[in-house]
């Protein structure tokens, strides 16, 4: 079996976060809901990392704060 790189579901854009306590993750682009992170299921399932990471594009409160002094 291949290694499984590692794939941080946090940081994609897929990545979710729901109510239920018993499947607490889940990825918008496979559409499932699951107890471990989808990442995870993914490669248990198919042997392969998951092809549809895409990183979120995220502007941190200290970047945007930074630059509204910058323009000042």
Do not use: D
């Not at 291949?2 to 889940?26: A, D, M, R």
């Amino acid at each position: 079996m291949k290694n499984q790189k590692s794939i941080l579901c946090g940081k994609c854009e897929f990545f979710f976060v729901t109510y239920n306590k018993f499947k607490p993750w889940g990825c918008s682009k496979f559409g499932f809901k699951s107890q471990a992170l989808p990442s995870q299921i993914v490669f248990s399932t198919t042997g392969i990392n998951c092809a549809y990471f895409k990183k979120k594009s995220v502007l941190l409160k200290k970047h945007v704060s930074q630059a509204r002094n910058e323009r000042r």
